[in-house]
């Protein structure tokens, strides 16, 4: 008898599932650049990946917006504009103050510290992919805790997007390991305001994080430290 299409072979999600987080590496570091075109072969040749197994990432990929399909073209890796970093951060400041503050009394802070990482710690690639995936877990701790369900998808649709900004902000070329460490700061004022109990405290201190963060990835891309071309 057929096997059903809704059951997927374990052996081909496992590649699915190496394919995508290669991919997604490979756009978070930008050696994948924004805006680089390319057609599903090509990728699969280049990295040494199943044809399926590609063409199953790139739409995992297109779900979190760091890829885009071109009609008979193939896939542009979606482009870093001015306009969509200012759209990101302005949600960001929009929804992460007021959930910080509906978390404060949910959350296991205890749990939130031993997510946190350090930007400090990290030297080579593979840290810095490991430090922007724990510093993810670490806002979605926060945006599960506020117990809103549409509020949560909401907040893990703009991390997925934040990713590449995340790594470009504190690992770019030209970042201070004082810039580094007031990143650091934030997370451990956040944690310290849930600790407390303090809501004000605990959106005051999303809100410094977020602009923080803003200027670190603006001042890479004004610097000229960005290697690719932004719109």
Do not use: W, Y
């Amino acid at each position: 008898m057929a096997t059903s299409n809704s059951q997927a072979d374990p052996a081909s999600q496992r590649q699915s599932d190496q394919a995508f987080a290669r991919l997604k590496s490979e756009i978070i570091l930008c050696r994948l650049a924004p805006g680089a075109r390319f057609s599903e072969g090509e990728l699969s040749e280049r990295f040494g990946l199943a044809r399926a197994a590609t063409r199953a990432a790139l739409m995992r990929l297109a779900q979190v917006r760091l890829v885009e399909p071109v009609p008979r073209h193939g896939f542009v890796v979606t482009p870093i504009t001015l306009a969509s970093i200012r759209e990101l951060f302005e949600m960001r400041l929009i929804a992460e103050p007021q959930a910080a503050a509906m978390a404060v009394g949910r959350i296991d802070a205890a749990r939130l510290r031993a997510t946190n990482s350090s930007p400090l710690d990290v030297s080579s690639e593979t840290e810095r992919l490991a430090f922007v995936e724990s510093n993810r877990a670490f806002h979605r701790e926060i945006a599960r805790a506020t117990g809103n369900s549409r509020l949560f998808q909401l907040l893990d649709s703009l991390a997925d997007e934040m990713q590449r900004l995340v790594h470009i902000g504190l690992f770019g070329p030209g970042v201070s390991a004082d810039e580094q460490r007031h990143a650091d700061g934030q997370h451990e004022a956040l944690i310290m305001a849930f600790e407390a109990g303090d809501a004000t405290a605990a959106a005051d201190a999303a809100r410094v994080h977020i602009e923080h963060s803003q200027a670190l990835v603006m001042e890479r891309i004004i610097s000229g430290g960005a290697s690719f071309a932004i719109a």
